[in-house]
Nanobody
Framework: QVQLVESGGGWVQAGGSLRLSCSASGRTFSSYTMGWFRQAPGKERDIVAAISWSGSSTYYTDSVKGRFTISRDNAKNTVYLQMNSLKPEDTAVYYC????????????????WGQGTQVTVSS
């Protein structure tokens, strides 16, 4: 089992940047696919990005390609989401999640979740 804690959320103006971090407990972090999801008010929770256990494979939803970068440091048990050129539509609660499946991209494939961190982008 793995426990996840997100940090780095906040308020930023459109065009700005934020970096989210997700720290994981446990000695098997490097064996998990890690994902970032987000949920805007009144909407479903959707995947933003995912990264394989080694970091060699990544996935991005279309709306963030070229703006967001997911990365991980297995030595620090941490996964990051660098968010650049932020838009008001990026406003949401961002969640970190862990999966034993290879390159999981669906919410139900992730059994472990953090508590979420709010990102607000003003126009």
């Amino acid at each position: 089992q793995v426990q996840l804690v997100e940090s780095g959320g906040g308020w930023v103006q459109a065009g700005g940047s934020l970096r989210l971090s997700c720290s994981a407990s446990g000695r098997t972090f490097s064996s998990y696919t890690m994902g970032w999801f987000r949920q805007a008010p009144g909407k479903e929770r959707d995947i933003v990005a995912a990264i394989s256990w080694s970091g060699s494979s990544t996935y991005y939803t279309d709306s963030v390609k070229g703006r967001f970068t997911i990365s991980r440091d297995n030595a620090k048990n941490t996964v990051y989401l660098q968010m650049n050129s932020l838009k008001p539509e990026d406003t949401a609660v961002y969640y970190c999640a862990a999966s034993r499946l290879v390159m999981a991209t669906i919410e139900m494939q992730y059994p472990y979740w953090g508590q979420g961190t709010q990102v607000t982008v003003s126009s």
